[in-house]
């Protein structure tokens, strides 16, 4: 595992959450780091994206405003800070790094290394 997301978790509507991606093994602090999610019979979705610097951060509109990504290099971490949290977030929400990517790009086919997953669950 290169890439080791934890926090999911179970929530009421409203609620909030906050996932966190470490890198192992290697450095991500030149990469792209973006977060994913996919619920079930759905398809992976793109969520939300950072780069290297931190400068840049892309979402997908229907977080926008209750979603923050952002990075600490120094940990090798990327976090992903959910609140207002509605049922339709119910997901596995995965971790993603791409090298030399564009982070405005929502496809997940531009990202290298994947982590694990971690499930969010919100109840109404």
């Known amino acids: 595992v290169q890439l080791q997301a934890f926090g999911g978790g179970s929530v009421q509507a409203g609620g909030y959450l906050r996932l966190s991606c470490l890198g192992l093994g290697r450095s991500y602090n030149r990469y792209v780091m973006g977060w994913f999610r996919q619920a079930p019979g759905k398809e992976r979705e793109f969520v939300s994206a950072i780069s290297w610097s931190g400068g840049r951060t892309y979402y997908v509109d229907s977080v926008k405003g209750r979603f923050t990504i952002s990075r600490d290099n120094a940990k090798n971490t990327v976090y992903l800070q959910m609140n207002s949290l509605r049922p339709e977030d119910t997901a596995v929400y995965y971790c993603?790094?791409?090298?030399?990517?564009?982070?405005?790009?929502?496809?997940?086919?531009?990202?290298?290394?994947w982590g694990q997953g971690t499930l969010v669950t919100v109840s109404s």
């Open positions: 993603a790094a791409g090298d030399s990517i564009n982070p405005s790009s929502f496809s997940p086919y531009e990202y290298d290394v």
